[in-house]
């Protein structure tokens, strides 16, 4: 549903008159959007691109970084114990590797007229040639969303080194030539071109812009989906709370092998209700919010008998209240939290 696109400056090694804060952006940047791409690839969250004039640009400007001058940032920045110098070289041609967006469109050559951009200042410093880039970029952008009736919230560019972590940008300018690799498409010239999106150069930024519920109905029976969608929600729960918990201090959970099977026989992989309500339940059982909904699963009805312990390995059964129809069953173990399975409301069992 969602797709990245990323912006061919996040690549550009910095030139040699730049100061260190910008060479220690650059390292960040490419350490964080590496590790954010890999995880979102792994969960199917988003399709990502890249401009296939991006490996013709560094090259013409030198901006690949040189092994050399790579190896000294790193240990003047002290890096050298959290990362190596070929370690960057990888990832930028992981980066390299992402599909284009002209070849998603079968669109050879663009070329665009009269830009204006709001707000004004976004591209300031970059080199002119990654002004350009960014601007036929999200032109592009706007033809993919035309061609294939996409919505503009659901396109993100990831970028670096601009005032905010996270900025709309419109852009309104006029599509003056467009040659296409065949006649499957075609787009009126001159055409006018105005498209709002969001840029981002922080990836804890763009997990709170992620519509988890939205993510988790389009999953398409992916559990690494699924899991990806409540770890979104959750950051973003964690970060309004008045103090928010390290991300390294929350509870690990996992899925059981029965929770998918229950879920989609009540009606929670697809009902958009069902589905917010589920992830907020997730959340709080994680942050350890209104702890008040979840009580023992026991090992009879009566009041007095003790908490229902699992065989194999002494975890701790509860139930967590969804609403008053639904509760989420799960085991406490040494090692974190696991979701058993969402039942209705006289329904005590819990999958083993």
């Known amino acids: 549903m969602y797709k990245i696109y990323v912006d061919p400056y996040l690549l550009v090694y910095p030139q040699a008159n730049s100061g260190i804060d910008e060479f220690e952006n650059y390292i960040y940047s490419l350490i964080s959007w590496g590790e954010e791409i890999e995880k979102i690839k792994e969960a199917n969250v988003a399709t990502l691109y890249l401009s296939a004039k991006t490996p013709e640009i560094l090259a013409n400007i030198n901006g690949y970084p040189e092994r050399n001058e790579l190896e000294k940032l790193i240990v003047d920045l002290n890096l050298q114990n959290v990362i190596q110098t070929r370690d960057i070289l990888i990832l930028i041609e992981s980066f390299l590797k992402l599909p284009s967006i002209e070849d998603k469109l079968n669109i050879n050559a663009i070329l665009i007229d009269n830009i204006q951009c709001d707000p004004v200042f976004y591209l300031d410093g970059r080199n002119e040639i990654f002004v350009q880039i960014y601007y036929e970029l999200t032109v592009l952008i706007f033809l993919l969303c035309k061609i294939e009736n996409l919505a503009n919230k659901h396109q993100i560019i990831v970028t670096r080194y601009i005032q905010a972590e996270n900025t709309q940008i419109s852009i309104e300018c006029e599509i003056v030539d467009c040659e296409f690799c065949n006649n499957s498409c075609h787009v009126n010239i001159p055409h006018d071109v105005s498209i709002s999106l969001q840029s981002f150069v922080n990836p804890n930024s763009l997990h709170n812009y992620f519509d988890a519920s939205d993510i988790w109905i389009n999953a398409n029976q992916c559990e690494e989906v699924y899991k990806k969608a409540i770890s979104i929600f959750i950051a973003q729960k964690n970060k309004q709370l008045e103090t928010p918990k390290p991300i390294h201090d929350l509870t690990y959970w996992l899925f059981g092998s029965r929770l998918l099977k229950s879920l989609k026989d009540l009606g929670f992989l697809d009902e958009s209700i069902k589905t917010k309500m589920l992830l907020r339940t997730c959340a709080e059982i994680i942050l350890k919010q209104n702890m008040g909904d979840t009580h023992w699963l026991r090992t009879g009805k009566g009041a007095n008998n003790p908490q229902k312990k699992r065989k194999k390995d002494g975890a701790k059964a509860w139930r967590r209240d969804i609403d008053h ?21 006289n329904d005590m069992k819990i999958p083993e």
């Open 325 to 345: 129809e639904y509760h989420l069953h799960y085991w406490e173990t040494e090692r974190g939290i696991e979701f058993a399975s969402v039942v209705v409301h």
